[in-house]
């Protein structure tokens, strides 16, 4: 089935340690997306690739970058984690730009930061 | 920006039991997204539905795009329909692909 995948689901970094997640897709989808969940909260969007045309949101903050290599992967570089950066990362992608526009989430990376 | 507000944040429902959440957004939309998120995280897609009523099994739901609302009606509700219900949509396409904006969310609780 075609599905967006996203690895490790449970991740674990050392406050300011360095930490990548990924992202990949069998939907050949133009567009990824990255988005942050705290906890209790609803999810919020980081940034997006259209093809490979990045998009930061404008309170996206400057410790979270995007590479996306190709058409099937996605990362999301934190350079320096914060405890306050601990949260659920989800990507999600949807078909664009002739629609429809729904979009299609994976199941989530956790981030715990110690 | 645009507006997403849920209602009621908390459900308690017994087994058996039928529910409306509802869904109100402060703008016209081009799109409205209901997801299930699971008690691991996961966001399921439950419904594309910009405008009109589409039913899957024993989930259905209504956007009244004029009047910016949205409504998801969950009957004979089972316990694996816990979790948080989100509503989310996009106001217009401000660059390539599209930005959802969520709710705060639903979070329901069905009681055996």
């Known amino acids: 089935d075609a599905m967006v995948i996203q690895n490790p689901r449970y991740q674990v970094t050392q406050f300011g340690k360095p930490v990548t997640l990924s992202c990949s897709q069998t939907?050949?989808?133009?567009?990824m997306y990255w988005y942050q969940q705290k906890s209790s909260q609803a999810p919020k969007l980081l940034f997006h690739?259209?093809?490979?045309?990045?998009?930061n949101e404008a309170d996206t903050p400057d410790n979270f970058q995007s590479r996306r290599p190709n058409t099937s992967f996605c990362f999301l570089d934190i350079r320096s984690p914060g405890l306050g950066d601990a949260a659920m990362y989800l990507c999600?992608?949807?078909?664009?730009?002739?629609?429809?526009?729904?979009?299609?989430f994976g199941p989530g990376t956790r981030l715990t930061v110690t | 920006g645009i507006q997403v507000e849920q209602s009621p944040p908390d459900l308690i429902l017994q087994e058996g039991a039928n529910s409306t959440l509802r869904c109100n957004f402060s703008?016209?939309?081009?799109?409205l997204q209901w997801f299930h998120q699971n008690p691991w995280g996961q966001l399921i897609n439950l419904f594309y539905?910009?405008?009109g009523t589409k039913q899957n099994g024993r989930l259905s739901a209504t956007t009244v795009a004029t009047e910016r609302y949205s409504l998801l009606y969950i009957s004979s509700s089972q316990t694996t329909d816990s979790g948080v219900y989100f509503c989310?949509?996009?106001?217009?396409?401000?660059?390539?692909?599209?930005?959802?904006?969520f709710g705060g969310g639903t979070r329901v609780l069905v009681k055996p």
């Open positions: 999600a992608t949807s078909r664009d730009p002739a629609g429809p526009y729904e979009q299609y």
């Open positions: 939907l050949n989808h133009n567009v």
């Open positions: 690739y259209y093809d490979k045309d990045f998009n």
């Open positions: 703008d016209s939309v081009n799109n």
């Open positions: 539905i910009p405008s």
């Open positions: 989310a949509v996009e106001r217009r396409r401000e660059a390539a692909g599209n930005k959802l904006t």
